[in-house]
DNA sequence: GCCAACGTTGGC
DNA sequence: GCCAACGTTGGC
């Protein structure tokens, strides 16, 4: 059973939604992710077309920000393999990357962020990985359920 | 800035 | 394989 909604945390002094927004095509590639179980739900879960919650960590408030979209499958994450990058690892080699990426492009921008309090109180979500105690995951499943009363909460527009 | 929770590392 | 030390995450 393959999750068909996600959701990605970025903090937003290091890449925010806007950013996002105003990336050519609206696009980025989602790199520097340097946790296994991250990886993997790129890796194995993530497929084009599927949409992605976006999450402003160590913000004011933490929040659910827009929703974006996969249009690019995993592929090698290039930041490995540059030793003047934060985010270099000299144990990915190019024959076989550990670290991969995929692209998100913005799709709708909520008209009313869903602070994570706010989330917190939704009768729906309790079982929301990132509502969980000491959740770290920067990548992590969503249920259709739960996308959708975010998604409500958010009252979108598109970008 | 604090610190709890968690993941990773490395000695043994 | 165990586990203590360490580094990071992220809410507050």
């Not at 920000?65 to 393999?81: L, N, Q, S």
């Not at 990915?92 to 492009?105: F, G, K, N």
């Not at 959740?135 to 975010?150: C, D, I, K, N, Y």
Request: aromatic letters at 10%.
């Amino acid at each position: 059973m393959t999750s068909k909604f996600w959701l990605v945390k970025s903090e937003p002094a290091e890449f925010s939604f806007d950013d996002l927004v105003t990336s050519p095509g609206r696009t980025t590639c989602w790199d520097g992710v340097r946790n296994y179980q991250a990886r993997n739900f790129m890796r194995d879960g993530m497929r084009k077309g599927e949409l992605v919650l976006f999450y402003h960590s160590n913000a004011d408030p933490a929040a659910v920000v827009g929703v974006a979209r996969i249009v690019r499958e995993a592929y090698p994450d290039p930041t490995a393999f540059d030793a003047s990058d934060p985010h270099f690892d000299p144990r990915s080699r190019a024959e076989a990357p550990t670290w991969v990426m995929v692209d998100l492009q913005a799709v709708e921008r909520f008209t009313h962020a869903v602070a994570l309090d706010a989330l917190r109180k939704v009768k729906g979500l309790e079982k929301m990985a990132l509502l969980q105690r000491g959740s770290r995951l920067s990548v992590q499943p969503v249920t259709s359920g739960e996308f959708a009363l975010v998604r409500g909460l958010g009252q979108p527009e598109p970008v």
